[in-house]
């Protein structure tokens, strides 16, 4: 039963032989820094040693498992890291399919492409600049979020953004946003643009407003593209960043700041515990896994588009 799948592969591969030798080094690539480096993994369950050889370090089994979820350190890491990439995918979520919502409906070319070059132009800058830039907006000292607020009569001093703990991961959200919605629109845009245009001539032939037409053909038509998008950012919900907290992260907001790539770099290479850095990595790379093939399932089940 096996044989004949496995000689109808073959074939295929033997008649594609040019796209093989092609696709090669691409393959080799991601063997070698996506697989390869799998191998360290083992470190979670010694206590890695670097000047020892790896056949003499010292097994240990799930201790640094164990010891990582008793410490009080990592648990507020964690609840860190949740709330800042809900935060992020909601609000990226939200503000992209918003935006190209909006972005669609302005007719003139000119100004649509205009709006849409400066809207994704922040996508390119690097966190080092962006954070930079938002230290100086949020500054005490001239910054122009609290010389506006201060104008208009919400506030009546300025106030030490960066130094109140309960506002860092809002700030954390905003900053996403600023810096990726223009681009995280550029796929919604392409695909409103497959959308039929006589769905939106025949509405409009029974009435439907501008608002009308929006809800019910322009987000039906994106569906199923934002179902696939939402699994498969739901795959980095332990990924709420690294530069924008560490550089925007202070010693008075460091309890909502850290993330687990900053304890990773904390225990890793700070402290040079290996081993506890590796379980913290293993950990986030294992719940990512586990939550795309979860948002699959249930996509499927409710018969919409998946990726898998």
């Known amino acids: ?41 083992l470190q979670a369950f010694q206590d890695y040693k670097p000047a020892l050889p790896f056949s003499q370090q010292d097994w240990v089994g799930f201790k640094q498992f164990k010891f990582l979820f008793k410490d009080d350190t990592f648990l507020l890491v964690l609840r860190n890291t949740i709330g800042m990439s809900f935060i992020n995918l909601v609000l990226g979520f939200v503000t992209a399919i918003v935006f190209a919502i909006l972005l669609n409906e302005i007719k003139s070319k000119l100004h649509k492409r205009t709006i849409q070059t400066i809207s994704y132009l922040p996508h390119f800058l690097s966190w080092i600049i962006v954070t930079g830039l938002v230290a100086n907006a949020l500054s005490v000292d001239g910054g122009i979020v609290n010389v506006v607020l201060m104008k208009l009569g919400f506030i009546h001093e300025p106030i030490m953004w960066l130094s109140k703990p309960h506002y860092f991961w809002g700030i954390v959200g905003a900053s996403h946003v600023w810096k990726e919605v ?21 509405a409009e032939i029974d009435g439907a407003n501008r608002y009308r037409k929006m809800l019910n053909i322009t987000l039906p038509g994106i569906r199923s593209i934002v179902i ?67 948002a699959n399932t249930i996509a499927k089940r409710f018969g919409e588009d998946r990726l898998i």
Do not use: C, H
């Open 1 to 41: 039963m096996t044989a004949a799948p496995r000689s109808s592969l073959l074939k295929r591969m033997r008649s594609q032989k040019q796209l093989m030798i092609m696709s090669l080094p691409l393959l080799l690539y991601v063997l070698l820094f996506n697989y390869y480096p799998i191998w360290g993994w």
């Open 182 to 202: 223009g681009w995280n629109a550029i796929i919604y845009l392409a695909a409103i643009t497959s959308i039929d245009p006589s769905l939106y001539e025949a």
């Open 228 to 294: 696939i998008l939402l699994i498969m950012n739901l795959g980095w919900i332990l990924d709420a960043g690294f530069e924008v907290q560490y550089l925007l992260g202070n010693g008075v907001v460091v309890d909502w700041s850290q993330t687990i790539d900053i304890f990773v770099l904390k225990y890793g290479l700070q402290i040079g515990n290996y081993s506890l850095a590796t379980a913290a990595g293993i950990f986030k790379s294992v719940v990512s896994i586990t939550l795309i093939f979860v």
